[in-house]
């Protein structure tokens, strides 16, 4: 199986490679969502240090306010990258 990139009109894809984790006794998957390497560099570096540290207190913790949080950086970065790619900032 394989996602695309999810900034629109972006033709990149990649395969999918689970990266489960469980929060609160449910199954979480960072793999489902993917902004590819060229819309990924764009971003400024502390919204990408942000989004990594995210992760890794979800994966560290498991519990629902770490994944909130980290939902809320990975929003952000796919709003930030997609308001580049179609040079809105």
């Known amino acids: 199986m394989r996602i695309s990139c999810c900034i629109p009109h972006c033709k990149r894809t990649r395969r999918h490679?689970?990266?489960l984790v469980v929060v609160d006794g449910?199954?979480?998957d960072f793999g489902d969502e993917w902004i590819c390497q060229k819309h990924w560099s764009v971003l400024p570096p502390a919204l990408r240090r942000e989004h990594v540290t995210a992760k890794r207190k979800v994966k560290r913790?498991?519990?629902m306010e770490s994944e909130i949080a980290s939902a809320t950086v990975w929003?952000?970065?796919k709003d930030k990258a997609s308001e580049?790619?179609?040079?809105?900032s």
């Open 17 to 19: 490679d689970p990266d």
């Open 26 to 28: 449910r199954v979480l």
């Open 61 to 63: 913790l498991g519990d």
């Open 75 to 77: 929003r952000r970065c």
């Open 84 to 88: 580049i790619a179609f040079g809105l």
